[in-house]
């Protein structure tokens, strides 16, 4: 892993894996999409929106030259093969883990964070995994698949437990799936009391960040899978990923971006979260 799997890299991303304290890693999977697929195009979508924005943030005072980061493309994953391209995830996040990496991904479709929870959950046994998103995925079958983009949080919760799950943003899934999430008490607003009750619950916790981009209103961003009317403005998103600035951050991905050429505005929404992230948990500037 000294060098990048490919040329195209996220914005001021480093060469040098060695000395980086984290790493991006594009997930380019898609095989249970079920509305458009495409996902699988997305983490070199974003690397390249990515040079349309600056490295600075005015909104938090901060830089991407102070973070010390490297990009190692894609991995390459088997086509139509889905247990296999989960184990490849697996093995390679486990990888990065045990050399010290704070591993952040680029789907891809929702399921590549099954085995991505899975291997840092080894590493942090008392993780708390943060859902932004606005589906539950929360079924324990979809279209008759047990491993989906739809399941994937019911898959989380066989080895994660109901109290160390917050899910965010929610607004469509069944009813089957809200009754569960009211039973384990998982689901929350994006309403200022909600972020508070969450920052006291994670307080002292190690935190692992899911964001479907999905969690944005289409109006926001229309470049996804599964798009739900009713959702966050873009600084509602900043404000939510802000709630965690104080917490150990040990993993993060961003899934479900469907890029939609020739005009790349999602694709530009997708990598300022990606930015504003890497600034709010990896740089040690003050706003």
Same mark, same amino acid.
């Given at each position: 892993?000294?060098?990048?799997?490919?040329?195209?890299?996220?914005?001021?991303?480093?060469?040098? %894996?060695?000395?980086?304290?984290?790493?991006?890693?594009?997930?380019?999977? $898609? /095989?249970?999409?079920?509305?458009?697929?495409?996902?699988?195009?997305? @983490?070199?979508?974003?690397?390249?929106?990515?040079?349309?924005?600056?490295?600075?943030?005015?909104?938090?005072?901060? $830089?991407?030259?102070?973070?010390? !980061?490297? $990009?190692?493309?894609?991995?390459?994953?088997?086509?139509?093969?889905?247990?296999?391209? &989960?184990?490849?995830?697996?093995?390679? #996040?486990?990888?990065?883990?045990?050399?010290?990496?704070?591993?952040?991904?680029? =789907?891809?479709?929702?399921?590549?964070?099954?085995?991505?929870?899975?291997?840092?959950? +080894? %590493?942090?046994? $008392?993780?708390?995994? #943060?859902?932004?998103?606005?589906?539950?995925?929360?079924?324990?079958?979809?279209?008759?698949?047990?491993?989906?983009?739809?399941?994937?949080?019911?898959?989380? &919760?066989?080895?994660?437990?109901?109290?160390?799950? *917050?899910?965010?943003?929610?607004?469509? =899934?069944?009813?089957?799936? !809200?009754?569960?999430?009211?039973?384990?008490?998982?689901?929350?607003?994006?309403? @200022?009391?909600?972020?508070?009750? #969450? +920052?006291?619950? *994670?307080? =002292? %916790?190690? #935190?692992? *960040?899911?964001?479907?981009?999905?969690?944005?209103?289409?109006?926001?961003?229309?470049?996804?899978?599964?798009?739900? @009317?009713? /959702?966050?403005?873009?600084?509602?998103?900043?404000? *939510?990923?802000?709630? !965690?600035?104080?917490?150990?951050?040990?993993?993060?991905?961003?899934?479900? &971006?469907?890029?939609?050429?020739?005009?790349?505005?999602?694709?530009?929404?997708?990598? +300022?979260?990606?930015?504003?992230?890497?600034?709010?948990? !990896?740089?040690?500037?003050? @706003?």
């Amino acid at each position: 892993m000294e060098t990048r799997f490919n040329s195209l890299h996220f914005l001021n991303a480093q060469p040098e %894996y060695t000395a980086a304290s984290l790493v991006l890693l594009g997930c380019p999977f $898609d /095989g249970t999409s079920s509305y458009q697929p495409g996902s699988r195009f997305a @983490p070199n979508a974003i690397r390249e929106a990515s040079w349309a924005l600056e490295s600075y943030s005015p909104k938090l005072n901060r $830089d991407l030259s102070e973070i010390n !980061f490297c $990009d190692l493309g894609d991995l390459e994953l088997p086509f139509g093969n889905t247990q296999r391209a &989960l184990a490849l995830i697996e093995q390679t #996040i486990d990888h990065l883990l045990n050399e010290h990496k704070v591993p952040i991904t680029l =789907g891809g479709e929702h399921l590549i964070s099954l085995p991505i929870i899975k291997a840092v959950k +080894k %590493y942090y046994p $008392d993780l708390m995994v #943060i859902h932004l998103d606005a589906h539950a995925d929360l079924r324990d079958e979809y279209l008759g698949e047990q491993l989906s983009h739809g399941t994937v949080m019911r898959r989380v &919760l066989e080895f994660v437990e109901g109290s160390h799950l *917050i899910q965010i943003g929610i607004r469509s =899934g069944t009813r089957e799936e !809200f009754l569960l999430a009211r039973k384990i008490g998982c689901q929350y607003k994006a309403w @200022p009391s909600d972020l508070e009750i #969450i +920052k006291q619950k *994670i307080n =002292g %916790y190690p #935190i692992y *960040i899911s964001l479907d981009l999905d969690i944005l209103d289409p109006a926001v961003l229309p470049g996804t899978g599964t798009p739900e @009317p009713g /959702g966050l403005t873009f600084d509602q998103v900043i404000e *939510i990923l802000s709630t !965690f600035q104080a917490a150990e951050v040990v993993g993060m991905d961003v899934v479900e &971006l469907l890029p939609q050429p020739p005009h790349q505005v999602s694709s530009i929404v997708a990598a +300022k979260i990606i930015r504003e992230s890497l600034l709010l948990y !990896f740089s040690s500037s003050s @706003p």
